[in-house]
């Protein structure tokens, strides 16, 4: 059974970095094929994707956001770390962590973590 | 940037059924595999279709995908209506300069 959870702080301030850890189970990063991906929802809005990291270290973001995130994996302690820096309250939301399943072509996340509220707020 | 459009919401009645549908912005939708989520208020989202059309172990056969390439749209149709199907359902693919992309979300409501 594949299980995900996000961690990390429920308030920061403006300006701030916010550092989120997703720690999976049920699955290696070792495995090709595998990633784990961010993706955050604001408040009464739409899923939005943020970052996926891949077996191989391969990494992708969201182009509106690439400047302000950098995502990295520690395959031994089975985490994902997110880090997005110059937190607004605009980035208020709920932020998910996702399994990336190493079969077929699509990219298709599943399962998905409970999510973690983050509040940008001085 | 690539974009998928869906209508904001839907309504039907138990037993009916209602189709979903995710409008590409530019190029093909049948290029790149489509995804439906379900979300439940307060939950995670959970897939109910993944790869255009195909079902994870556990979704029931009432919830089925399918891609129009004449409208550039993929949709997803529930069948036989419950009121546990009331949701957000959520279509997402692939674009090679997004990477990633979410719709922007369908509220279904079921009465």
């Not at chain 1, 995900?4 to 850890?21: I, Y």
Request: overall charge neutral.
């Amino acid at each position: 059974q594949i299980t995900l959870k996000e961690s990390g702080p429920t308030l920061v301030k403006p300006t701030q970095t916010l550092t989120l850890t997703c720690t999976f189970s049920g699955f290696s990063l070792r495995t090709s094929g595998v990633g784990v991906g961010w993706i955050r929802q604001a408040p009464g809005k739409a899923l939005e994707w943020l970052a996926l990291i891949y077996w191989d270290d391969d990494k992708r973001y969201s182009p509106s956001l690439k400047s302000r995130l950098t995502i990295t994996k520690d395959t031994s302690k089975n985490q994902v770390v997110l880090t997005m820096t110059n937190m607004d309250p605009v980035d208020t939301a709920t932020y998910y962590c996702a399994h990336r399943p190493p079969w077929g072509t699509s990219l298709v996340f599943d399962p998905w973590g409970h999510g973690t509220l983050v509040t940008v707020s001085s | 940037n690539f974009m998928l459009t869906q209508p904001h919401s839907v309504s039907e009645s138990p037993g009916k059924s209602v189709t979903i549908s995710c409008t590409g912005s530019s190029g093909s939708i049948a290029s790149n595999y489509v995804q439906w989520y379900q979300q439940r208020p307060g939950s995670a989202p959970t897939t109910v279709i993944y790869e255009d059309s195909q079902r994870p172990s556990g979704v029931p056969d009432r919830f089925s995908g399918s891609i129009d390439s004449s409208t550039n749209s993929a949709s997803l149709t529930i069948s036989g209506l419950k009121t546990e199907d009331e949701a957000t359902y959520y279509c997402q693919s692939y674009d090679r300069s997004t990477y990633v992309v979410f719709g922007g979300g369908t509220t279904l409501t079921v009465l």
